[in-house]
């Protein structure tokens, strides 16, 4: 445990060039402010305490180093801080805090009492502050480390505190900070107790993948895929959600920084570029997602409450996060050595692992790979032993299944040993070939077929300008095409993986594709535009009447893609329903 840490007042000079702002605005950023001094303080173990929603009181406790009675002193003065010296300490500060200004706000807004001690002292020091003006100081007998009380937040400031929302609201801003921390500092034990009732204890000495369980438990861990990819002197790690998990909005999207809560505008870019082809517009990816770079690297500096981050290389963060997040989801194949071998990330085994594995009875059932969709009833996996959050258990749901036909003339409907599954037998095929094209076209290995008969094909001037620049792209992607005038194009060969369809058809829909996708920018993004176009395009028609067997193949291709549960648009390929929801439907107990 760190000693106590002396405490010196910045000069003026700092303290303008440090951009001041508003630190305190609701209880959750009292507590916010609060829990970064105990873990810059050391703590190993926390206990925040809120009585009605932190209006009436937030009260922190650490076992970190403590201060003595001149540093306590000294703590509540504006601008008095011990962790950096000079301005220039801003590019490397490793510590939470830097400004020295959170104390000195909250007591001036508060009925505030700071309660410390250091491990060395034999007593510890009590200052309470009511409104900015210390009322007494004296010594106080308590445990080593540091307790700061915070009541009546803005009794002095009515104004501020009329603008203070319900208890309710309060209270969940203030649970959200709460997990923030839990998440970034999953070593340190923290203790959330609300209106004298604990709500979490959560054990010190923890991984992320420990937190993670305890604070979501096993359906939200079965499905996140481990991220862990390094590029340079970037590191980004944690876990980053399957699609079946996404949300209507951004809440359930951590990012820390360096161990720093925060955002970044560049982030949400990376997001939705590495999730272009899994989720529909509106939905919102599930991440934990930790980035590590040198701090010299990035900016914390620039937002009051330390909320948002600049980095210097934008270019590198982007694509290592797009790139670290395509390799997680199985979207890009990984180098070999950078795939982690991972419980969860057993959606696509080796073929040869189950193909054998038919059982051919009547009506057909056969192998099929554990796809990791929420746990059925009572069947939560248990925590992984080394470091994994969860382990699918070997026979799950998946472990066999049983086409029972096709409804509506479009979905099949298939029995698993836990429930119900529903497939779009277009969305299905869709995101087969796609990924099967996808990764011919970045191996530049694609298949192409020459024609008996070439066909010619006519399109708009702007389909055709269009294609004429996109030659070569085209060419890669195994289509055998050359000018034949005007805006006619002769088409000779087609990508293999494609099967049979009309040469016509698929090269005016890829070249609206690109038509569409240009202004979007980015050789890659119109590649992945024009396969997703024209996966769908050659996929089996949504009412085609498929027989057992295909049905069988399409089922078994679908497990082995990287990403079965979404077609290259973002719509769902099959939907679960296990019996445990089926009893509960039925109210069955
Ligand atoms: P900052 O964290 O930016 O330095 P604060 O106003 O939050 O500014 O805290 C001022 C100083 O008080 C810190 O630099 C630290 O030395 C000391 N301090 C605050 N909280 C604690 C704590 N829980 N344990 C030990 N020292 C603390
Ligand atoms: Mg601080």
Redesign the pocket.
Known sequence: MPGP?H?RLLSDEVINKIAAGEVVDRPASVLK?LL???L??GATRVTVEIVAGGRKMIAVS?D????DRD?ALL?IERH????IRDVDDIEDVATL????????AIAAVSQFTLT?RTAAAEGGTEITVAGGKIRDVRDEGCPAG?R?QVRNLFFNVPARRKFLRSEQTELSHVRQVFLLYALSHPAVGLALRVDEREVWRLAAGATLNDRLLELFGPGTISQLRPVDFRAGELWLHGYAGIPSLSRGDRSDQYFFINGRPAGAPLLHFALSEAYHTLLPRGRYPVLYLFLELPPGQVDVNVHPAKKEVRFRNTGAVRDAVIEGLRRALGTTPAAPEAAPIHPLASVAPPAEAWLPAIRRDQPPAFAYPRLPMAPAEGEAPAPGPSGSPAAAPAAGPWAWCRVLGQVGGLYVVMETPDGVVLMDPHAAHERVLFERFMKEVTAHRVNSQGLLAPETVALLPQDARRVREQLDLLRDMGFGLSEFGADTFLVDALPVCLGNVSAAALLAEVADTLERAGARGGTERWAEEAVAQASCKAAVKARDQLAPEEIEELVRALAATGMPYTCPHGRPTVIFMSFGELHRKFGRA
Do not use: Q
Not at 64 to 67: A, E, K, Q, S, Y
Not at 80 to 83: D, I, L
Not at 97 to 104: P, Q, T, Y
């Open positions: 840490a405490i402010e970064e001094n105990a810059d303080a650490d970190g180093g403590g201060m540093d703590s008095a801080t011990s962790k805090g830097f400004r020295g200004e959170a104390l000195a410390t540091t700061v």
